[in-house]
């Protein structure tokens, strides 16, 4: 027997050793292609070029960071222009910021922790974001008991996706199906009803804030992009989140290293362009103040056309937030580009019934007493632990998260914040008799607590509430409304040849759009070596074989 063994195991040693040898020339050949990127790019000169960056958030900050660290291009030549005028920030009580409402929890991939290693950290010296995540991570490892629970305050047994066989099957049909054979569909054109009523889609809405109308585009993107484990959506183990609230862990050391390399940040915005006799190229920026900036032949524009919390409104602890979108200087300048160029795309099919993509997201600020109590008790999850908290059959579908604390660096000693948010805004309460839109922070609060079940201890959890702040995104689900050919821009290379597109309201090929962190960082590479005609293969996010051991898993979960 042995006999027989001893020529296979020197077979496989052989074979093992041979690809150990390609692996080892390969990344010889990578270091060297390297090297001669680096002797390159260090040779250059830019001369007077400029780059222009329209908008502030962490992917246009990521693309100043890819100038400058990938293209060595010179940081004084980097100009940010804030799409919205400064405002009095949305805080919670302790200085707690709460214009988003909530944070994402997602997998950061090797793009993301590439960016943020070469980002030192503001907090822990002589280490980098990235090191900082990793281990603030290692010590905060998410895994949530209580991802679903009923009416019944029952928690629901996520791995059950209660999927018939037809619906796995379209599932891995829409996997094989080419994104531009998808444009203008929705879930609803794909699936029957009861696709909509199952486990599976009650774990996808809540995480991704799907909508029943939503491009099917988004959800193949969405499956393919974030490689989710099944028991991820139940359990969020593997999910990812920083230290404190993404604007302090994230933004603030972005900005610092910008601000350190002399990049300019501008106080105005800017309310239109002025485009070449030829409508090919942007040949200067009107700012608020009336000024004309030029943008020479070399120049490039770095636009963010939309994100999801344009219009942004908040209300208070006693006040609904205005459900009137207030005009957004964002979406102003995406028409205003639209109305003078065909490649721009059509902002309007995407920007219309706040009440359809709306989203209202809160913010809780307490005492830490009864209510942190009976949340870890009846949850099984101490604070940053749980991940996500659905709420499957409140009209409002309100699902809440308990992050690590604190959450922002000036938090009160001996409070907690919470964050949440509701995807059926326009419902009537089953306790607060009014739409969510139309409820206050604490009838927010109110409703949130008899839904958990706890109506007996609501007196001795209000005295412990210390602030509620409501905020209406009114366009938080605008970029799932499914496309229409021409409907977005492309991300780059369009027909204005010195603009590129940054954000989720753009595609790089018909139906192809990125949604995740990882998927968007990996198109800003793409789009910094077009600007700057950088040698070199941009790293790809999605590979053949774990796709395949996704399909298999939506068969036979």
Not at 481 to 495: E, F, K, R
């Amino acid at each position: 027997m042995m006999k027989k063994i001893w020529p296979l195991a020197t077979a496989a040693a052989a074979l093992c050793g041979g690809a150990l040898l390609v692996k080892k020339h390969q990344r010889k050949n990578r270091m060297n292609a390297e090297t001669k990127k680096e002797e390159l790019l260090l040779n250059r000169d830019y001369g007077d070029q400029q780059i222009f960056l329209i908008g502030e958030d962490l992917y246009q900050y990521a693309a100043a960071v890819y100038l400058i660290r990938d293209g060595h291009f010179p940081g004084e030549n980097i100009h940010f222009f804030p799409m919205r005028p400064p405002q009095e920030k949305m805080t919670a009580a302790g200085g707690c910021e709460a214009s988003n409402g909530w944070r994402l929890h997602e997998i950061y991939g090797p793009l993301f922790y590439d960016l943020f290693e070469s980002i030192p950290s503001l907090r822990w010296s002589g280490h980098s974001v990235a090191e900082e995540i990793a281990n603030f991570q290692r010590f905060h490892p998410i895994y949530a008991q209580s991802r679903l629970i009923d009416k019944n305050e029952r928690i629901i047994d996520g791995h059950l996706w209660e999927l018939k066989t037809e619906e796995r099957l379209k599932l891995f049909k829409l996997l094989q199906v080419p994104n531009e054979q998808l444009v203008g569909l929705t879930l609803e054109d794909w699936f029957n009803p009861h696709f909509f009523e199952t486990t599976f889609w009650n774990l996808w809405q809540s995480t991704f804030l799907l909508k029943p109308w939503s491009a099917l585009s988004t959800l193949k993107e969405q499956l393919v992009q974030y490689e989710t484990k099944p028991a991820s959506l139940i359990t969020m183990a593997g999910m990812s989140a920083p230290p404190l609230d993404p604007a302090e862990s994230l933004l603030q050391p972005l900005k610092h290293f910008l601000t350190m390399r002399q990049v300019h940040f501008h106080d105005t915005g800017i309310k239109d362009w002025q485009l070449s006799s030829a409508g090919d190229r942007i040949c200067g920026l009107r700012s608020e103040t009336g000024e004309l900036i030029p943008v020479g032949e070399q120049d490039a524009v770095l636009f963010r056309n939309a994100d999801s919390s344009a219009g942004a409104q908040a209300g208070t602890r006693n006040t609904p937030p205005d459900p009137v979108a207030a005009a957004d200087s964002e979406l102003h300048l995406w028409q205003l580009l639209a109305e003078k160029t065909d490649g721009a795309g059509t902002p309007a099919r995407f920007f219309r019934d706040a009440t359809e993509t709306g989203g209202l997201f809160f913010t809780f600020t307490c005492k830490e007493g009864e209510l942190l109590k009976r949340l870890v008790d009846s949850a099984g999850n101490v604070p940053g632990s749980g991940g996500l908290s659905t709420l499957v059959d409140s009209s409002w579908l309100i699902t809440t998260c308990l992050p690590a604390q604190p959450l922002y660096e000036e938090q009160t000693a001996g409070t907690f914040v919470l964050y949440g948010y509701g995807q059926s805004p326009m419902r009537i309460g089953d306790y607060c008799r009014k739409p969510m839109l139309a409820a206050s922070g604490e009838e927010l609060f109110e409703e949130w607590i008899s839904q958990l079940g706890w109506e007996a201890e609501l007196e001795v959890f209000r005295k412990e509430l210390i602030d509620a702040v409501p905020v209406f995104l009114p366009y938080q689900t605008s970029a799932f409304i499914p496309a229409s050919t021409g409907s977005l821009p492309v991300y780059y290379d369009s027909a204005i040849t010195n603009l590129a597109f940054v954000s989720i309201f753009a595609e790089s090929a018909p139906g192809k759009t990125a949604y995740s962190t990882e998927e968007r960082l990996r198109v800003l590479r793409e789009i910094v070596e077009y600007v700057l005609a950088l040698p070199g293969e941009v790293p790809q996010s999605e590979s053949r074989l774990s796709r395949a051991k996704h399909v298999l898993r939506l068969l036979v979960h």
